[in-house]
């Protein structure tokens, strides 16, 4: 299963895009990348997915590079409610439901 | 869609009792995930469903944990004999395995967990 490494934590202000990086060197030719955004006292909820190149949904923008072993999730414009945690998961098209989830990023997004 | 029901949201229990939560997933998903999450951490990995068949546990399951799918709607986790250890929240997730060649993607739909306290 492909290890991924997002940063622990990122701060932003209210208006800003925000860029989260997550690595996954190992990632293998059938993985797909799902991000998550969990909320205290929430699941986590499916935010995008892609598997090479660039997707876009009113939510958020996911960037690929070729070589697959990054990818970075694009969030314009965040408001406070932005304010979560974010996991990056490589796997198969379900998502990589056993890959282990990490601590995910901590988004902090100040007025 | 009416998403993923889980039930209760909390649940307190003595050490050594049994304790036995309940998911609902999206009515048409036939797989069923069973997570479980401390606190600062990601969700972990415990077992899946495929309609009514168990396919797989984590090694995380110990011989103390339970859990169904009758029918391939509802499942129930059980776990037996409750330790401090095992207060976490219980998170149930399901998707729609689609056909094999198929494009489409069936990312995971989480519920809201059950948090679980072990006194």
């Known amino acids: 299963l492909a290890k991924t490494t997002q940063p622990i934590s990122m701060d932003s202000y209210e208006g800003q895009e925000v860029n989260i990086t997550c690595s996954h060197n190992n990632i293998a030719t059938n993985d797909y990348i799902t991000w998550y955004q969990q909320f205290p006292s929430q699941g986590p909820r499916f935010i995008i997915q892609g598997y090479k190149t660039k997707v876009t949904n009113e939510v958020a923008s996911l960037f690929i590079p070729a070589d697959r072993k990054s990818s970075t999730l694009s969030l314009p414009r965040v408001s406070l409610s932005d304010t979560a945690v974010y996991y990056c998961l490589v796997g198969d098209r379900t998502g990589g439901f056993k890959t282990i989830f990490g601590a995910g990023t901590r988004l902090f997004v100040k007025a | 869609d009416t998403g993923v029901s889980q039930d209760p949201r909390h649940k307190i229990t003595k050490r050594g009792q049994n304790v036995t939560f309940r998911c609902d997933p999206i009515s048409e998903h036939n797989r069923l995930y069973w997570y479980r999450q401390t606190l600062g951490q990601g969700p972990e990995f415990l077992t899946y469903?495929?309609?009514?068949?168990?396919?797989?546990k984590s090694r995380l399951l110990s011989d103390r944990f339970s859990a169904e799918r009758p029918k391939g709607s509802f499942s129930t986790l059980e776990i037996q004999r409750t330790e401090q250890g095992d207060s976490a929240m219980y998170l149930c997730?399901?998707?729609?395995?689609?056909?094999?060649?198929?494009?489409?993607?069936?990312?995971?739909?989480f519920g809201n967990g059950t948090r679980l306290t072990v006194t």
């Open positions: 997730a399901s998707s729609l395995n689609a056909p094999a060649g198929a494009r489409s993607n069936s990312p995971l739909h």
């Open positions: 469903f495929q309609n009514e068949a168990q396919l797989e």
